[in-house]
């Protein structure tokens, strides 16, 4: 089973930084892996993605603040979010879309369990 490990969550102030990480458990072919976030009340919405050859994609309200990366070698995907603000506070989720063997078609949605981000006034 694929287990997708977040970190790096907290509490910040206006203005500050994070550096959310996300490590995916066992072998597998992973394709593209991205960040989602959901605030109370509201829909999940995307933030970042990136794909095996390491393309990227930004919702309007990251671009310029956030940085999507990736290790292949760790199956990690990360973000760095600097310039925070309380807008920002929401619970951040992990996604993946792998395959588990080479020779598969079918890829498989992953999501962590997410890790919650906070931005103080």
């Known amino acids: 089973q694929v287990q997708l490990v977040e970190s790096g969550g907290g509490l910040v102030q206006d203005g500050g930084s994070l550096r959310l990480s996300c490590v995916a458990s066992?072998?597998?072919?992973?394709?593209?892996m991205g960040w989602y976030r959901q605030a109370p009340g509201k829909q999940r919405e995307l933030v970042a993605t990136?794909?095996?050859?390491?393309?990227?994609n930004y919702a309007d309200f990251a671009k310029g603040r956030f940085t999507i990366s990736r290790d292949n070698a760790k199956n990690a995907v990360y973000l760095q979010m600097n310039s925070l603000q309380p807008g920002d506070t929401a619970v951040y989720y992990c996604?993946?879309?792998?395959?588990?063997?080479?020779?598969?078609?079918?890829?498989?949605?992953?999501w962590g369990q997410g890790t919650q981000v906070t931005v103080s006034s």
């Open positions: 996604n993946v879309l792998a395959k588990k063997t080479m020779f598969r078609v079918q890829l498989d949605n992953y």
């Open positions: 066992g072998s597998m072919f992973i394709s593209v």
């Open positions: 990136i794909s095996s050859g390491g393309s990227t």
